[in-house]
């Protein structure tokens, strides 16, 4: 089983930075693709960003330019520049997972919060 933790969310005004992070724990050998959703009120949950265990990672095309996707061993950063208002939402990480079958299936972390003022 595994456990993903996000923080640094926050409050930030438009222009600024901020840097989320996610910690997995458990299972840890059976992650493969990592990735960071966003849900803003009243909408539906979008991938931001995808990083796989090796190759590129995936962006979508709202962010790319102004976020980077990266890992180090179980965690997973989002580096977030030049933020926008749009941008403001909840982030969640989230940890594809290979069960000993070898299904996959996705974990997801709790969300934090990131609102970008004008």
């Known amino acids: 089983q595994v456990q993903l933790v996000e923080a640094g969310g926050g409050l930030v005004q438009a222009g600024g930075s901020l840097r989320l992070s996610c910690v997995a724990s458990?299972?840890?050998?059976?992650?493969?693709?990592m990735g960071w959703y966003r849900q803003a009120p009243g909408k539906q949950r979008e991938l931001v960003a995808t990083?796989?265990?090796?190759?590129t990672p995936t962006y979508a095309g709202s962010v790319k330019g102004r976020f980077t996707i990266s890992r180090d061993k179980n965690a997973l950063y989002l580096q977030m520049n030049n933020l926008k208002p749009e941008d403001t939402a909840v982030y969640y990480c989230?940890?594809?997972?290979?069960?000993?079958?070898?299904?996959?299936?996705?974990?997801w972390g709790q969300g934090t919060q990131v609102s970008v003022s004008s």
């Open positions: 989230t940890a594809g997972v290979r069960d000993p079958g070898g299904s996959w299936s996705s974990v």
């Open positions: 458990g299972n840890v050998f059976t992650i493969g693709t």
């Open positions: 990083v796989p265990r090796v190759n």
